[in-house]
């Protein structure tokens, strides 16, 4: 099969890589209809996280299953499934709690499974997928039905809208809550559709891209600030009146953003942070929280334990998270979906094997 290597900082490459197959009764394989480029891959593109060794890349995905294991009881092949970022066992006191990323036997692709079994990335061709029960979710859907646009919409289940998603529960965004979203990402974005559907009273998106704020306006965003640091805080409190907004999603992971996001937090409010922590220098100082009473709750999302959710709500046509989607490449052009981000020149890309 083909997949996609970074073999350094800005070099990516489609090579030849081995065949998926079972290795346990509980696996599957699943043919890659779409894939995509996740911000988080980019520390690893532009080398602010090393890369050491040529590896596989890519962590979100939509397919068909091609074969399952004969312990495998939710999906059978030619189903149409979601595969999230991480994969997970499902029986685990974590996956019952619905912390699917915190699995003890599960973990991220390209990490080996519980079993010690190797496991590939997803800008690929196909994948074999460990504990099948307890990661893939069949979208119900024949394959035939699927267009493009619901392919976009569906693909962005596997990380960003349940990413975005996880920020706003835990937060615990209530109905006619205030809130302001740092980032202006694919994850970002989501966060503001999140908080619209979830019933927010304003919706306030950070963004000095003309393109992302259209798109937060779309997903539900009442206002765009372009200021960031003190400066944000100071002209939210301007805008809402109050000193802060009543819950804040950060989807960055950088040591400004979380400071914005406190700054932006009125008292007694609270952070939900899924931005990847990356370029990070120092930790939390709690003077920032203590003294406001400001909350702070999140990490890395559970997406698995989202995606039935997040499937009804695309299925009905309440949400349409795809549109964070701006290009579409052939994986033989992944190179430049890579660029593109890596360049702002489009929100998020999507690389169809």
């Known amino acids: 099969m083909r997949a996609t290597v970074l073999h350094a ?44 060794e040529p590896r596989t890349i890519g962590h979100e995905a939509v397919g068909v299953v091609e074969e399952a294991g004969g312990e495998v009881t939710t999906v059978r092949t030619g189903d149409v499934v979601v595969v999230p970022f991480a994969f997970s066992c499902g029986e685990c006191f974590s996956c019952r709690n619905g912390i699917q990323t915190s ?34 979710v069949g979208a119900g859907l024949d394959a035939a039905d699927v267009d493009d646009t619901l392919l976009a919409h569906l693909l962005t289940l596997s990380d960003v809208m349940g990413t975005g998603w996880h920020a706003a529960r835990a937060a615990g ?7 302001a979203v740092v980032g202006d990402g694919a994850v970002g974005l989501s966060a503001v559709l999140a908080a619209s559907r979830l019933g927010a009273s304003r919706v306030v998106a950070f963004s ?57 937090a009125r008292p007694g409010g609270t952070v939900g942070y899924v931005g990847v922590p990356n370029g990070v220098t120092r930790g939390i100082r709690p003077r920032s929280l203590f003294g406001r009473n400001v909350a702070l709750a999140g990490g890395v999302a559970p997406a698995r334990a989202y995606l039935p959710e997040l499937l009804a709500e695309v299925t009905a046509g309440r949400i349409e998270p795809g549109a964070v989607f701006t290009a579409s490449v052939p994986l033989e052009d992944v190179a430049e979906a890579y660029a593109a981000m890596d360049e702002r020149r489009e929100i998020k890309v999507m690389v169809r094997p």
């Open 9 to 52: 900082a800005r070099d990516i490459r489609v090579e030849d890589r081995p065949d998926p197959a079972l290795l346990a009764p509980t696996d599957a394989v699943v043919r890659i209809t779409a894939a995509c480029v996740c911000g988080s891959d980019l520390w690893h593109y532009r080398g602010i996280v090393p890369v050491e």
């Open 103 to 136: 699995c003890e036997r599960g973990g991220f692709w390209g990490a080996p499974d519980g079993d010690g079994l190797p496991t590939g990335r997803l800008q690929a061709e196909a994948v074999r997928v460990p504990f099948a029960d307890g990661t893939l």
């Open 173 to 179: 965004l209530r109905e006619g809550a205030t809130v």
């Open 208 to 264: 000095r891209y003309a393109d992302r704020q259209a798109l937060a306006r779309r997903f539900g965003a009442t206002d765009i600030l372009t200021t960031r640091g003190d400066e944000a805080a100071e002209e939210l409190g301007e805008l809402l009146g109050v000193p802060g907004a009543d819950v804040v999603l950060e989807a960055v992971g950088t040591d400004e953003s979380m400071d914005q996001a406190i700054a932006c």
